[in-house]
C-alpha cells in the first residue's frame, strides 16, 4: 500500500510539475512573441485595428468630376486572424473591389481583386513610425489594358479616423490619385 500512495503521490507532483512548466513556457512565449514581431507582424496588427465600417469622401486630383463621391470601406478580419478584407463601395458603383492583407513570409503583402480585371501585389516597407503603413507594386496577374492599382497608404489618426491614398496606374504610366479621409460608423 505504501509503495501505491508513492506511485500516485509521484504521479500527481509530476502532473503539477508538467501543469506548471506548460503556463510558464506559454507565458514566455507569449512574452516573446510581444517584443520579437516583426515590422511587417506590427503592421498588419495597426490594419487590424480598421476592422469595421468606414465612411467618407474620395478627392482625385487627376479627374475633377469624382472628387467628393461617397465612399464606404469596410474591413474583416477573417482567416483565423491571418487575413484582412477591405471592401471598397461607392456612389454609383454596381460592383466592390476587394483587397486581401496578409502576411508572406516577413512581408505584409496585399493583393487587390481590380474592377479592371486584374489582381496586383504590393509588399508593406517597413515603416518608421506606426502610423503608416505603405505598400509598393510588386507584380499583377491578369490583364493590364486598362491599367492597375500601384501604390496604397494608410494613415492612422485615431482609433475613429484614418486616410487612404490609391494610385491607380492607368495605360502609358499615367498616375492616378485617390485619397479618402474615412471615420469609423457607429
Known amino acids: 500500500m505504501n509503495s501505491f500512495r508513492r506511485l500516485i503521490s509521484v504521479a500527481v507532483w509530476m502532473s503539477l510539475s508538467v501543469a506548471v512548466m506548460s503556463v ?23 490594419m487590424k485595428k480598421l476592422e469595421g465600417n468606414w465612411n467618407g469622401h474620395v478627392v482625385v486630383a487627376e479627374h475633377p468630376e469624382m472628387n467628393n463621391m461617397t465612399g464606404h470601406i469596410s474591413f474583416r478580419v477573417t482567416s483565423m486572424g491571418n487575413a484582412l478584407v477591405h471592401e471598397m463601395s461607392g456612389e454609383g458603383r454596381p460592383d466592390h473591389p476587394l483587397t486581401m492583407f496578409y502576411l508572406d513570409g516577413d512581408k505584409l503583402t496585399l493583393v487587390h481583386y481590380c474592377d479592371a480585371g486584374n489582381r496586383p501585389r504590393m509588399v508593406a516597407k517597413t515603416s518608421n513610425d506606426e502610423k503608416t503603413v505603405e505598400f509598393d507594386f ?18 492612422f489618426i485615431d482609433a475613429d479616423h484614418h486616410t487612404e491614398d490609391w494610385t491607380y496606374m492607368e495605360p502609358g504610366d499615367k498616375p492616378v490619385h485617390a485619397h479618402m479621409e474615412l471615420t469609423r460608423a457607429k
Open 24 to 46: 510558464t513556457f506559454a507565458q514566455t512565449a507569449t512574452q516573446k512573441t510581444d517584443v520579437q514581431k516583426s515590422d511587417a507582424q506590427k503592421s498588419f496588427d495597426a
Open 138 to 155: 510588386v507584380d499583377v496577374s491578369g490583364s493590364n489594358n486598362y491599367g492597375h492599382m500601384h501604390h496604397a497608404l494608410f494613415t
